[in-house]
C-alpha cells in the first residue's frame, strides 16, 4: 500500500528527500573547524588528522595570467587529485575545499580577472569544473588583496557571479553546491577600503578572516611585537587585533555566522638587540633567522626544547613568546589558541580555521582547538 502511495505521488518522496538534505547540509556547516594544506609543508596528505577538523583547505590552485582559468600545477596535480578520497579515510564527513590563489600569487592578475565578465566566466567555470573533477565539495579564494575601490567592486561582481553560476551547476548536475569561501584581510576595511559586505553576505557561505601577521621582523625590525595578538595592548604602537577585525567585520554588517577567525601555527623570530631586554616591544634588529623570520609551531617547540627557553603567556594580549639569548619569538600556544577559539564561539562566530596543518607540533595545537570549540 505504502508503495502504491508514493509511486502515485512521487513529488512527496522529492519534497521528502530536500528537507532531509537540506536537514543534513544544515547540520553539516553549523560550525567550522577548518585547517589549511599546502604541498610545499612537506607535509604529506596522508598524515593529516582529519578526524580533528570538519573542512580541510587544499592550497593552492593557480590563476592563469592569460586564460584566466584556475589550473593546478602539474607538479601537484597527483596529490590535489586524490586530496578528498585521502583525508576522508579517517573523517568520512569532513569537507575539502580547492583554494585559489594565496599569499604568494601576483594580485594584479586577480585585479585583471575580475575587471571584465567575460574574464570572470573563465574564472568562475574553470573554478568549478576544477573542483568537481577533483571531488571537492567547495572553493576558496584567496585574493591577497584587493588594493583599488575598483578592485573591491569588481571583487563583489565577480562573488555574485560565482554564487550564481555554482547554483546554476548544483541544478544542472543535481549535486549539492559547491561551498564558497575566502580568506580575507582581518579587517573589513583594508587600507582606507571597504569590501563589499552585501555582495559578501549574499554570496560566500563564510570568509575566514586572516588575525595573522600583524607584525614581523621583515617588515617591523626595531621592536618585538605580538604576531597575532588577540587583544591590542596599551603600549602596542598599532590598534590591530583578532579582535578589532572581527568588530570591524560585524560592525561593517557581515554576520557573526558568516565569519571563521584565524588561528596561526607559526610565529615569526626578531633578534634582540640586548638578551635581557625581552619582553614585548623591546628594541630588536629584524629576523633571528634567515628570510622573513617565520618558523613552524612544531620549529618553535623544537627550538625550546634545545635552548632552554623562557615561555610567557600574555594574558592582556593573548600572546605567546619565548627567548634564548638574542633570539625572540612571537607565537601561539595552547592557552592562547584555547583562548582565541573560546573567544569565536563566545563571540557566535561561525567557528576558526588554522594555518597550517603540517606546522603543528604532533597535533597538540589542532586537538587543544578543536576541544575548546567542545
Not at 580541510?56 to 587529485?81: E, R, W
Not at 544542472?172 to 583594508?190: E, I, M, Q, R
Request: aromatic letters at 14%.
Amino acid at each position: 500500500m505504502a508503495i502504491t502511495y508514493f509511486k502515485k505521488f512521487p513529488s512527496v518522496i522529492s519534497i521528502f528527500l530536500s528537507i532531509l538534505l537540506h536537514l543534513h547540509l544544515s547540520t553539516a556547516q553549523s560550525v567550522t573547524k577548518g585547517g589549511y594544506w599546502f604541498p610545499g609543508s612537506g607535509f604529506a596528505v596522508s598524515n593529516i588528522n582529519s578526524s580533528l577538523f570538519t573542512h580541510l583547505f587544499c592550497a593552492f590552485a593557480d590563476l592563469d595570467p592569460s586564460t584566466y582559468q584556475v589550473k593546478i600545477s602539474s607538479s601537484n596535480s597527483a596529490q590535489f587529485s586524490t586530496f578528498t578520497q585521502t583525508v576522508q579515510q579517517k573523517n568520512p564527513s569532513v569537507k575539502t575545499l580547492l583554494s585559489i590563489g594565496g599569499g604568494g600569487a601576483n594580485p594584479s592578475t586577480f585585479s585583471a580577472m575580475a575587471r571584465q565578465a567575460s574574464t570572470r566566466k573563465s574564472f568562475i567555470d574553470s573554478s568549478i569544473n576544477l573542483a568537481r573533477a577533483n571531488n571537492f565539495h567547495g572553493l576558496d579564494l584567496d585574493w591577497e588583496y584587493p588594493s583599488s575601490a575598483s578592485d573591491m567592486s569588481n571583487f563583489g561582481s565577480l562573488i555574485t557571479e560565482w554564487k550564481s553560476s555554482v547554483a546554476n551547476e548544483s541544478t544542472t548536475s543535481g549535486k549539492p553546491p559547491l561551498l564558497l569561501v575566502a580568506a580575507l584581510f582581518y579587517s573589513s576595511n583594508y587600507y582606507s577600503l571597504n569590501y563589499p559586505i552585501q555582495a559578501i553576505s549574499n554570496s560566500l557561505n563564510w570568509v575566514n578572516i586572516m588575525a595573522y601577521d600583524f607584525y614581523g621582523p621583515l617588515w617591523y625590525p626595531n621592536k618585538t611585537a605580538p604576531s597575532a595578538a588577540l587583544y591590542v595592548v596599551s603600549n602596542a604602537p598599532n590598534q590591530v587585533s583578532g579582535d578589532t577585525g572581527v568588530t570591524a567585520w560585524i560592525q561593517a554588517g557581515l554576520a557573526p555566522k558568516k565569519l571563521a577567525l584565524g588561528v596561526p601555527f607559526y610565529g615569526y623570530a626578531w633578534r634582540l638587540v640586548n638578551a635581557n631586554n625581552n619582553g614585548l616591544f623591546a628594541p630588536a634588529n629584524g629576523s633571528a633567522i634567515p628570510g622573513d623570520g617565520s618558523m613552524g609551531y612544531n620549529q618553535i617547540r623544537r627550538f625550546i626544547n634545545q635552548n632552554g627557553a623562557k615561555t610567557v603567556f600574555n594574558s592582556a594580549a593573548v600572546a605567546d613568546y619565548c627567548y634564548a639569548g638574542t633570539t625572540w619569538i612571537s607565537y601561539d600556544d595552547t592557552q592562547s589558541i584555547s583562548t582565541k577559539v573560546k573567544y569565536a564561539k563566545g563571540k557566535s562566530l561561525f567557528g576558526y580555521f588554522v594555518w597550517h596543518v603540517g606546522a603543528d607540533n604532533n597535533w597538540v595545537l589542532s586537538q587543544t582547538a578543536y576541544q575548546a570549540w567542545g
